[in-house]
């Protein structure tokens, strides 16, 4: 009944705000000599008395603009489009509460016309926006060829853990991953298989928010990253295709397709792309344990040879109602194939005990299938309030066989017995969002978004853990495991926009989510049967002191709640004495989060400090000497407090040479109850990142690149520095195409290792190597309308579509 009434409450509120926010406007038309309106023609509202600007606007497809919450007052309206005159409006009077329909203001066309233009700006590597970091992908050369976790590991503050298949930033794991604003839904592990099969040439930048404003969901400590990808928007048909080739301990190809046709009323957009990977891997842990009456040394050696195949697609359409409404739909999903075969030589070292060897041929698919479908409308109102209504269905399929052939011999290498199992984990996810929001303007300096959501989740896993007696396979009831979860989480939130002035401004917002958790077995009912609701809080403000300085702050409230995979049981061996599973009793993280930032021009200085509770680390060590097994399983950890800091310094040493450096600092403190006492470690690191950009006649580029990140802690145990560098030479064509040639990871530094703390009553370290150096071949055409003319009728769908609110 509360979040019944929470709900009523804000639509009440909402119904009563739109009522009470008639503002005075001024709305016209822009057209050209031939009477065609004028799409995407700047409007510029100017002050009579001394020419000020005061508020500005871009027409839509049909020339219209609309500039609201005009105080009284007298201006006129300043107009101009590439291949066109300025033209001006006459005097305009603005009385308090009254609209201003002006008549048409008409372009007229440059005595000459504007044959071609080519703006070619190159963005920073690097920049800083309200309350986020963005990475502007296509602004380097050796991403090319490159999966899109490979940007993100060279990304200010972030951390790719290859072996567990997991995200940190600024040194949290809590990450949560969006494509286009939209949440993907599925286990992190599943996430970073998605990004590692994806492009990094699909991708137009790369968004890193720590602290996430009241619209986006309150779930991920550590804060979300938003992938966007490419879409063309030019006038008619537009696009570009790439093909790569690479070589390092196997082959590896790629290549993609983005088209876009934009038309008057109805508008297409698509993209397909393929990725395909070979590679050699080794993975190495060594522990030392002590029981009661012996020492226990063990090792586990593999020679690993995976592969990948990833196929992603995205087709969206939209459709203009008319100028203030568009509908719009969505078809996105991917395919992504893990194949792996993995020789292991586990040994065991006991100091009384006969010693023993055991060895292990795995053989294990990871398949991914995901299909989503997006229903959207959004219609804007005279006043400038808009309506976005969404409507999602996602579903995920993972099948994840794996077998083990285990064959066990004495210190004398005489084989004792063999032992082969197998097991099956299928894993249906469905998932339905729906989400409506409102913005609105409540005063001349005031606005506010408001809005409510619904996700509703099912997840069946099925695992059956098999051994073979003879010629028959025998279910083990020990590891095998029938699970299904349902999960519901009701939203609703409203964030206030005040300006107090042209550089001065305050977003203050509060999120409501109440979340059902119920997880049943074939064997317990309610094995977690939750349900609670929680406040957020969030705070942004910003004081842009004049051109070159600009001060942000920000605070925010969230929560990490675990993931299905990690709450519902699992099994996957490494060695017959070592296994990761799922762990039913995870707790959510609670996190408060302050931030700072202060940017000189292009160098930004941030500082952030957070304290959480029930931190979530996966993979963390619970050994059993009497049976010499560990178990990696995701726990909770009392408490953690972190403070980091980041520090972007590009420079312009000569008109050839830029450089962009990242310095990124931390200090986390992790406290917990062990069964030897209190638990609590403080460990400080850093991570640098450098770019050095050669720009040489001939239209040739040189990219040289490097990273270090110093040890992290991880829970129980901590992962060791590591560090690469990247070298790529581009060739830019007239006709629009690119040639790119990279070698990355060139000393072949860029492996993860590891040791346990301390404080542990066990050893347990080791490494894994992903990759040898990399060679990558890159091609990249685009084709269709990339020029930007002055043309008489210029007709396009992609006004709105601009202006849309991502969800």
């Not at 460990?683 to 450098?690: A, E, L, P, R, Y």
């Amino acid at each position: 009944m509360k979040v019944k009434g929470l709900f009523l409450l804000i639509l009440l509120s909402v119904i009563s705000l739109i009522s009470a926010s008639a503002q005075s406007a001024i709305n016209g038309r822009i057209m050209d000599n031939y009477d065609y309106g004028v799409a995407f023609a700047n409007v510029l509202l100017l002050n009579s008395s001394d020419s000020a600007f005061v508020k500005g606007a871009v027409t839509d497809e049909d020339g219209y603009y609309s500039l609201a919450n005009i105080p009284t007052g007298t201006y006129l309206i300043e107009s101009y489009m590439i291949g066109f005159s300025k033209s001006y409006s006459n005097l305009i009077r603005v009385d308090p509460g009254k609209d201003v329909q002006l008549d048409p203001i008409k372009l007229i066309e440059a005595s000459q016309e504007l044959e071609e233009v080519v703006i070619k700006a190159d963005k920073p590597l690097y920049e800083m926006e309200m309350g986020k970091m963005v990475v502007n992908v296509p602004s380097s050369i050796t991403s090319a060829g490159q999966s899109v976790i490979d940007v993100l590991e060279k990304s200010p503050g972030v951390f790719i853990n290859r072996q567990n298949n997991t995200l940190a930033l600024n040194g949290k794991g809590g990450v949560i991953v969006l494509m286009n604003g939209k949440r993907s839904r599925m286990p992190i592990d599943a996430v970073y298989q998605m990004l590692e099969g994806l492009n990094a040439g699909d991708i137009e930048k790369i968004e890193i928010m720590s602290v996430p404003p009241a619209k986006y969901d309150a779930d991920g400590d550590a804060g979300f990253i938003n992938i966007v990808m490419k879409r063309s928007e030019e006038v008619g048909t537009s696009g570009s295709v790439m093909a790569s080739a690479g070589y390092a301990s196997g082959p590896r190809a790629a290549t993609s397709l983005n088209m876009s046709q934009q038309a008057r009323k109805l508008s297409f957009y698509g993209n397909y792309s393929f990725n395909y990977v070979d590679q050699k891997q080794e993975l190495n842990m060594y522990r030392d344990a002590t029981t009661e009456t012996e020492n226990i040394r063990s090792g586990s050696e593999a020679e690993r040879d995976p592969n990948r195949m990833t196929h992603n697609f995205q087709f969206g359409m939209d459709y203009y109602i008319s100028d203030k409404t568009v509908i719009g739909g969505l078809v996105s999903g991917y395919n992504n194939r893990w194949n792996m075969n993995s020789i292991t030589t586990a040994t065991f070292d006991y100091s009384i005990s006969e010693d023993s060897t055991v060895l292990i041929n795995i053989n294990e698919t990871n398949l991914w299938r995901h299909l989503m479908g997006n229903l959207n409308l959004q219609h804007t109102f005279k006043n400038g309030e808009m309506l976005n209504i969404n409507l999602d269905y996602l579903t995920y399929d993972n099948s994840n066989p794996t077998t083990y052939e285990n064959r066990y011999y004495d210190d004398q290498e005489t084989l004792i017995r063999e032992v082969n199992n197998r097991i099956s984990k299928e894993t249906p996810i469905d998932i339905w969002v729906g989400k409506v929001d409102y913005s609105m303007n409540l005063a001349k300096k005031v606005s506010m978004e408001t809005g409510v959501k619904g996700t509703f989740t099912n997840l069946i896993n099925d695992i059956v853990f098999e051994e073979q007696v003879g010629e028959n396979w025998i279910i083990g009831e020990e590891f095998s495991n029938y699970a299904d979860l349902s999960e519901n989480i009701l939203a609703a939130f409203a964030t206030f926009m005040i300006k107090f002035n042209e550089k001065t401004s305050l977003n203050a917002g509060l999120r409501y989510e109440h979340t059902t958790t119920i997880l049943n077995t074939e064997e317990e009912e309610g094995v977690v049967d939750r349900e609670y609701g929680d406040f957020f809080p969030t705070l942004f403000f910003s004081r842009k002191i004049n051109d070159n300085n600009l001060l942000q702050f920000s605070y925010g409230r969230r929560i990490t709640r675990p993931t299905y995979n990690e709450l519902a049981p699992f099994v996957l061996f490494m060695d017959p004495y070592t296994y990761t599973a799922g762990n039913a009793n995870l707790l959510p993280t609670y996190t408060h989060s302050l931030r700072g930032d202060y940017s000189y021009k292009n160098f930004i200085f941030s500082l952030q400090y957070s304290h959480d509770n029930n931190v979530i680390f996966r993979f963390q060590p619970v050994y059993d000497p009497e049976t010499n097994v560990m178990v990696l399983q995701t726990d909770n950890v009392d408490r953690r407090e972190t403070l980091s800091t980041t520090i972007t310094l590009p420079f312009h040493v000569t008109d050839w040479w830029e450089m962009q450096n990242n310095l990124s600092g931390n200090w986390q403190r992790v406290a917990t109850r062990l069964e030897q006492g209190m638990y609590t470690r403080d460990q400080s690191g850093f991570q640098i990142n450098t770019t050095q950009t050669f720009r040489l006649p001939g239209m040739f580029t040189i990219e040289l690149s490097g990273f270090y990140i110093s040890p992290t802690i991880n829970g129980y145990f901590n992962w060791l520095s590591r560090g690469f560098v990247n070298l790529g030479i581009q060739k830019e064509f007239k006709n629009d195409g690119a040639l790119r040639f990279a070698c990355n990871d060139i000393f072949e530094t860029s492996q993860m290792r590891w040791d346990s703390a301390n404080e542990t009553n066990f050893s347990f370290n080791g490494n894994i190597k992903f990759e040898k150096r990399i060679f990558t071949i890159t091609y990249t055409q685009k084709f269709g309308n990339t020029k930007i003319k002055g043309v008489r009728k210029r007709s396009v769908g992609s006004a709105e579509e601009k202006r849309r609110v991502t969800n």
